[in-house]
T-cell receptor, first 113, second 115 residues
Framework: KQEVTQIPAALSVPEGENLVLNCSFT??????LQWFRQDPGKGLTSLLL?????REQTSGRLNASLDKSSGRSTLYIAASQPGDSATYLC????????????FGIGTKLQVIP | KAGVTQTPRYLIKTRGQQVTLSCSPI?????VSWYQQTPGQGLQFLFE???????NKGNFPGRFSGRQFSNSRSEMNVSTLELGDSALYLC??????????????FGDGTRLSIL
């Protein structure tokens, strides 16, 4: 059974700071890993998708890396802004078994102006 | 391009009733997945439909069922509602099946409250 852990659970940083969110998973037999953000009362917004054969993906100020062998992924946010405040979730997707996609509980980020 | 649309946004039911939730995927997307989100358990995978076939199912009781129509719209049904079914139910669509190279796109969810 896949288990996903996200550290830290909550993070508060001043605007402009660079930060790293961590995601670890127990089953390395994954096809891909997706990072999302969720604003209160809303659905999830897709940020980045990394295939199992890739090491990293970049989109604007966001960079996600994947080390499948060690079961880790990180999301790097450069020059954080108040609009980045949200809960960030990672979700590895595997090829078989009944637990197709497993989400972490998330990291709640607050960027202080 | 319209995003994933879930209806209704809010729903209040009583124990023992049944409920049907609807999800319209992004145009052209053939995969629809359903998730349950609660404060205690986080997001849990319910099932995925691709081209009208259920491809995978999470660890939920048989009271939770779904289907997908030929236009890729999907419905989820929960029968004999229990208090513990109170949650935000999220639907996600993608071009290809889960585990491929296409990202999932989520709707804003249906918040179900059981009294």
């Amino acid at each position: 059974k896949q288990e996903v852990t996200q550290i830290p659970a909550a993070l508060s940083v001043p605007e402009g700071e660079n930060l790293v969110l961590n995601c670890s998973f127990t089953d390395s037999a994954i096809y891909n890993l997706q990072w999302f953000r969720q604003d209160p009362g809303k659905g999830l917004t897709s940020l980045l998708l990394i295939q199992s054969s890739q090491r990293e993906q970049t989109s604007g100020r966001l960079n996600a890396s994947l080390d499948k062998s060690s079961g880790r992924s990180t999301l790097y946010i450069a020059a954080s802004q108040p609009g980045d405040s949200a809960t960030y979730l990672c979700a590895p997707s595997r090829g078989g078994g009944y637990q197709k996609v497993t989400f972490g509980i998330g990291t709640k980020l607050q960027v202080i102006p | 391009k319209a995003g994933v649309t879930q209806t209704p946004r809010y729903l209040i039911k009583t124990r023992g009733q049944q409920v049907t939730l609807s999800c319209s995927p992004i145009s052209g997307h053939r995969s629809v997945s359903w998730y349950q989100q609660t404060p205690g358990q986080g997001l849990q995978f319910l099932f995925e439909y691709f081209s009208e076939t259920q491809r995978n199912k999470g660890n939920f009781p048989g009271r939770f069922s779904g289907r997908q129509f030929s236009n890729s719209r999907s419905e989820m049904n929960v029968s004999t509602l229990e208090l513990g079914d109170s949650a935000l139910y999220l639907c996600a669509s993608s071009l290809g099946p889960l585990g491929g190279d296409q990202p999932q796109h989520f709707g804003d969810g249906t918040r179900l409250s059981i009294l």
